[in-house]
């Protein structure tokens, strides 16, 4: 352990002066040094350099959903790169693992989704689908189309595109100049859409884009009927509807893709994190078949769009032997059936924990939202999450905190988990609110 213990220092001390962390707050970093340095992962469990293993309860960044240390996905890699890891995709040049990859995601997907855009990652999905709207309608001869609308509280990565569309504030705050044609409205309303489309003019809007379920936003649920609603609203005006499943793709709501739990296909589908689970970086667009057959018909230059690692043949292998993990293992099923585990051990907890609001899940994603009052809902002056999030660590177990509209934990467990493993999680959830509530409440 001495060892390990020096090596953490060293390691604690290059990262303070190195390594600038994504999503962070660089004075803490420097004052505190990495709260974890992980080393080695297990199914939900992560170890640290100095031997602590923990819960992984947010499969990392919502995208580890066959679990940590698989080695098949390893090998998969091995087997890739020793034969060809990476060959450009542009001018019509190709290689298997992305033709099949392709194939295969076009033959899960809702609908008429049927054609795919490779990407390294959810920005760059969401980037890519925002153009390929726009060029779209300069391709039918409407180039005044090309606003896009978006929800408030939604996320939508950090590309400037990306970072332009998310409805959390914040966000774009922290840049002092967005794209333009980015507009934002009410997140849970289907009329405060159609009020935003007729204010603006359904003539100059491109595309409409929605997470199935908000994530970075609190994981929020939409009320029943609002996604048909939607879909209507779009075919009406004649608007694209772009649904952003980088978080819900892949079973994480207990169904492939979110979009399906409301019965609405989408014009094009954005997807990252699940299709590898991480083990790779690669992302994606899928577009209608009757959209893709236009940009064929009317596109008679070159597709001026496309990234270095669009097709990344060994990043496509990992994602066809994780897809088959999915699916050899009804990882999709157990999503279903432990996130209902879940949901109701967060009801459990709430009937016990007096800051305990609103509990919610859909398959292994959900939010708790913590309150000063459960029957008003008043929140604390200063957000109490984060102090959550450091208890639960201690205890083992990997949250994070929302705070940028209500005071929420987020959960997203590996899709591996077992019922054993979610009652642990509801256990070390139980001793961690216990001890909140004596110190804020003695």
């Known amino acids: 352990m001495l060892k390990e213990s020096t090596v953490g220092q060293e390691l604690a001390e290059l990262d303070k002066k190195h390594f600038i962390h994504p999503t962070t707050a660089i004075s803490q970093q420097q004052a505190n040094g990495p709260a974890f340095i992980f080393t080695e992962g297990n199914g939900i469990h992560l170890t640290d350099v100095n031997g602590k293993t923990v819960i992984d309860g947010m499969s990392s960044l919502w995208n580890v959903n066959v679990g940590h240390g698989r080695e098949e996905l390893g090998e998969a890699a091995k087997q890739q790169m020793s034969k060809l890891a990476f060959t450009s995709s542009f001018s019509t040049y190709s290689n298997e693992p992305a033709i099949r990859l392709a194939t295969k995601i076009a033959s ?62 914040p966000f774009r705050d922290f840049t002092n100049s967005n794209a333009p044609d980015f507009y934002y409205t009410e997140g ?107 940009f064929i018909a009317l596109s008679k230059d070159t597709l001026l769009h496309g990234y270095t690692y669009s097709g990344h043949a060994m990043a496509c292998a990992v994602g066809l032997k994780n897809i088959e993990i999915i699916e050899r293992e009804n990882l999709v099923e157990n999503s279903k059936l432990r996130g209902e585990e879940l949901l109701k051990g967060f009801k459990k907890l709430q009937s016990k924990h007096k800051i305990i609001g609103h509990v ?83």
Request: aromatic residues 8%; negative net charge.
């Open 108 to 169: 899960l997907a809702p609908g008429n989704l049927n054609a795919v855009f490779f990407t390294s990652g959810g920005s760059e999905s969401n980037d890519t689908a925002f153009k390929l709207a726009r060029h779209y309608w300069i391709l039918k001869g409407q180039p005044n189309r090309k606003k896009i609308i978006s929800r408030t509280k939604s996320y939508h990565g950090v590309a400037m595109g990306a970072t332009s569309a998310t409805g959390l504030k």
């Open 188 to 294: 849970m309303s289907s009329a405060a859409l159609r009020e935003t489309i007729e204010k603006e003019g359904p003539e100059t809007i491109a595309a409409f884009i929605t997470e199935p379920v908000q994530g970075a936003g609190g994981v929020n649920i939409a009320p029943e009927g609002y996604f048909q609603e939607v879909r209507d609203i779009c075919d009406e005006y004649g608007i694209l509807m772009i649904a952003d499943e980088v978080i819900t793709g892949f079973g994480r709501t207990g169904t492939f893709f979110g979009m399906e739990h409301f019965g609405v296909v989408p014009d094009m589908l954005c997807f990252a994190k699940g299709v590898t689970s991480g083990y790779a970086q690669l992302g994606g667009v899928i577009m209608s078949e009757p959209i893709h057959q236009d």
């Open 360 to 442: 919610r899940a859909l398959g292994l994603i959900g939010g708790i939202q913590i309150v000063k009052d459960q029957q008003t809902g008043e929140g604390f002056d200063a957000p109490l999450a984060p102090r959550i999030v450091n208890e639960a660590a201690k205890r083992g177990l990997i949250i994070r905190a929302v705070v940028f509209d209500q005071d929420t934990l987020v959960f997203a467990p590996p899709l591996v988990i077992t019922k054993q493993e979610i009652e642990k999680m509801i256990d070390i959830l139980d001793e961690t609110f216990q001890a909140i509530e004596e110190e804020v409440f003695q």
